[in-house]
Structures are given as structure tokens and as C-alpha cells.
């Protein structure tokens, strides 16, 4: 006998838990428990930084093309911010138009810039007569040996700026269902004196060709610097403890945050 009054099919949502058990117990990472976190991002180094703080977000690579124009900015450092809510926006509508039933709650998106000298009014860093003058400039990779090496001689002894820019969307009840917040982390990283056979060596190894200014802080780069002002785990790839301070902020004072 057919049953007319059968219960309609249960549909499965898939369990999330994005948090670690050595995560700290702050009043945001328990609100991320059991929820739908996602990381828009591949960078092997920023899903590690933030599994040692005790989070692992599924990982869904946005494919928003990075072809925003550096020179439409008239703050530089808001060039990656820019770049990271569309990451974040588009891997938040894409994921709610192909799973509505199971959406995220939240979609982290990151974007780190690496600047050619400090901002000239940064007043706690020491006078360089030899500091290019003018607006800073983008340092993306190096486009071969020859151009990582001039790269590196620029920065030898000089000081560049670090800068990330965190994008946060998750839902709320006002159209158009969802909402972006951000913010950014400044990083000034201080490069030693080097000898140029140490910098030849460095272009040699090559691991700095696929880096925007083509060092790796925490690899064999990190013998071309002298110090770092500000957030080191910034200069690797995500400002970890502005982020965890920004979610608290929001568990605060946003009603809608991790709520809907």
C-alpha cells in the first residue's frame, strides 16, 4: 500500500566543526562551533597559521581574478582590502547559490600586499636619506632571476611595508543577506645589510621567485632580515591575533554575527 501521508525526505546537512580542541575558549570561537566556516583562500600558510590558533576552515579558493588597478587607490592600503571583500563576496554567493540549504556562516577572505618603503608621515620610523621618495608602490613577484635580484638589491638595507587585508562575510536578515566586514594589518619589515653573494645565493635557491617581493620571512628569507616591526605572522600571509580580536569585536556589537 502506497503511503499518501509519508514524512517528506529528510535532507543531510553536513556536520562542521571548524574549531580545534587546543583553540582558546573566547566567548567568538565558541560561537564558531558548529558552524560553517570557510577560508576563501588556498595559501598553504594561511590555513596554517590559523590551525595553530585553532581553527581549520573548509578551504574554497575564490576565483575572483586579483585585476583591480593598484593606481585607482589613492590609499595604497586599501588595495588589499579591496581585493579580499571581492574574494570573500564572490565565494559567499557562489556557495549560497549552489548549497542554500547548508550556506556558510562565515567566508574568510585575505589579501597581503607587499609595499616598496614606508609610508613617508610614519613618524616612528628613523629618517633614510636614501628611502625612495614619492607614493609607495606594489612589489609583486619577481618576473625571473635577474628582476628577484634587482628586487632584493632595492630592498637590501631599506625598509618595506607589509600589508593585509582581512574581509569577513556572513549572513544577516537585511537584503542583500549577507554583510562584509574588514580590517587591515600593518607590518614594516627591516632588511639587514646583506653582502650581494648572500643575495645572488637567495635568487639561486628560488624560493622567493613565487613570493610578492620576493622574500619568504619564514624560510631561508628570513636570514635577509634584520627585524619586524608589528605582526610577523602578517608578513607570512594572516594578521592571526587582529583577526581573533576582530571576531570578538563583532560578537559584541553586531546582533546578527553567527546568529542567523
Not at 162 to 176: D, K, M, R
Amino acid at each position: 500500500m502506497m503511503n499518501f501521508f509519508g514524512s517528506k525526505p529528510k535532507v543531510s546537512l553536513s556536520d562542521h566543526n571548524s574549531v580545534l580542541p587546543h583553540a582558546l575558549k573566547t566567548d567568538a570561537v565558541q560561537k564558531l562551533v558548529g558552524k560553517r566556516v570557510v577560508l576563501a583562500s588556498n595559501s598553504p600558510r594561511r590555513r596554517e597559521i590559523l590551525r595553530i590558533f585553532g581553527l581549520e576552515p573548509e578551504i574554497v579558493p575564490s576565483t575572483f581574478e586579483e585585476t583591480l588597478p593598484f593606481g585607482g587607490f589613492q590609499d595604497p592600503h586599501e588595495y588589499p582590502v579591496a581585493t579580499a571583500t571581492h574574494k570573500a563576496v564572490e565565494v559567499y554567493e557562489r556557495l549560497v547559490t549552489e548549497q542554500p540549504d547548508d550556506a556558510p556562516d562565515l567566508v574568510i577572505a585575505a589579501d597581503t600586499v607587499v609595499l616598496t618603503h614606508a609610508p613617508p608621515d610614519l613618524s616612528s620610523t628613523p629618517y633614510d636619506p636614501n628611502a625612495p621618495a614619492g607614493p609607495q608602490d606594489i612589489l609583486e613577484k619577481p618576473r625571473d632571476k635577474e628582476d628577484h635580484f634587482r628586487m632584493l638589491l632595492d630592498l637590501n638595507g631599506g625598509i618595506c611595508e607589509v600589508v593585509t587585508g582581512v574581509s569577513l562575510v556572513y549572513p544577516v536578515l537585511e537584503a542583500p543577506g549577507y554583510t562584509i566586514k574588514s580590517i587591515e594589518e600593518r607590518t614594516l619589515v627591516h632588511f639587514a645589510q646583506n653582502e650581494k653573494s648572500l643575495l645572488k645565493a637567495y635568487v639561486e635557491n628560488g624560493e622567493g621567485l613565487d613570493r610578492a617581493g620576493g622574500f619568504a620571512i619564514q624560510g631561508l628569507g628570513g636570514m635577509l632580515i634584520r627585524k619586524v616591526d608589528g605582526d610577523y605572522q602578517n608578513v607570512v600571509g594572516f594578521p592571526a591575533a587582529s583577526f581573533f580580536k576582530f571576531l570578538d569585536v563583532l560578537v559584541e556589537d553586531e546582533v546578527d554575527f553567527l546568529s542567523i
